[in-house]
């Protein structure tokens, strides 16, 4: 029995591609592995708050708590890191779901990063997370393709792969669908077509990859 | 009278390097100009709550609340992000001190650009602060300059410049310091000395950069 670890980061239910994205691979996961484990990390619906990872950071530097500034008990936020890292660190394989929110890291996704970046094992290895694989299903709402004005402005799939990818060695696979805001956007209405061909060859994608991390997750525990 | 913003994100008060190069700007900045008005946000010690933009985000794509979801009123998070979007628009100014936290941008000011975006304007333009200055005060731990084996892993200040340079339209001049964490950490005691010679000149140029700022504030108010 093995354990995927889902991380969603739409502030979206309703309506969000990276959630649907997440939900084909995660389909195609379970369909391969019916008694696989998913575990899920809801960061849109339930960010982690601002002052955890302050706290930690402070700490872990010899900052003396001031009293003026916003932070939490340092116990709380210990038990939050250590939640947090635990998951990442029993997951067999990892599924990001993350929109790209102002052409830069979703905030909530940034804070968890940092927060499990407090495990210094995870920062200095070995990578205990290292060979991994890990399915990154992304969204984009614009068009960021090379010879597109906005080529360049995707700040957050390089720092996503920096982290999963450089620091803790883990096998990248992605499914990204771009131009998601066209069907909902004034002035879109001519990219709706390419936005439907984005978002359906990032479901096949995302199946694709569900299907052959589960395979992978498999004969590596058989 | 003319009036900077300054925006601090390290979560230290004693030993911040960027606070320090942020001070000597500050401090030059007044040297000139010395009827000016400082206006301060502190990130790194009030950090802005993590639930302020997914409820703001979410009202702006018609996404009902969820009762489940940890979100806040709508009004309390209509009133925050009013407020910081009118510091940053009354600015003649800006001066942003930040760190480089785990080689992406500080989860404090995503959050808080996030915020700012809300302000249509600020987004989509005509920016109602195009061609104003900013000073960026950075401090990163280690080195990140061409050759170096980190090249490429400074994920946040690119990003900066694309939202205060590009976006913004602002006008942005840089005092950056690197290996700032070779004095204390071990292993890194052959860098000490070219930690101290990058701190040092990017003290002078954050002296000299609030020294031009200000004259071109006094001059644009003139």
Redesign the interface.
Known sequence: MSTLLRVDAS?????SVSRALADSAEAAWKAEHPDGVVVRRDL????????V??TL??AQ?G??P?A???RMPLDEAKAIAADVAAELRAADAVLLAVPL?????A??V??W??LL?IDKELVHGPSPIAGRPAIFALARGGGYAPGTPKHG?D?AT??LE??FGE?FGMNIRTAAAELTLAP?TPGMEQLIDASKVSESEAHVDAEKHGTVVAREVIGTAA
């Open positions: 502030i979206r239910l309703d309506g849109g619906q339930h960010p982690l708050p601002a002052t990872w302050p950071a402070a530097v900052q003396e001031v003026d500034s916003d929110y102002n052409y830069g890291i905030q909530n940034k804070t990063i940092d970046l402005w700040h390089p720092y920096r982290i620091v909902v």
